[in-house]
């Protein structure tokens, strides 16, 4: 009788343990957000293609 508890008891920390960890880890999606970054290319914008970056 003293295993059965002891696995019951076990069983159920573990279960509580799960429901907190989802409870704090389980919605974590990033808000989205657009967002833009000035670039400058090597060579230019449009320069006709021959400008290689080798």
Do not use: C, H, S, W
Request: glycine residues 24%; without cysteine.
């Amino acid at each position: 009788m003293g295993r059965i508890f002891k696995l019951v008891v076990i069983l159920l920390v573990l279960g509580a343990i799960g429901i907190i960890g989802y409870a704090y880890l389980g919605d974590m999606k990033p808000d989205a957000k657009e967002q833009r970054i000035d670039v400058t290319l090597p060579g230019g914008i449009g320069g006709g293609g021959d400008a290689g970056g080798n």
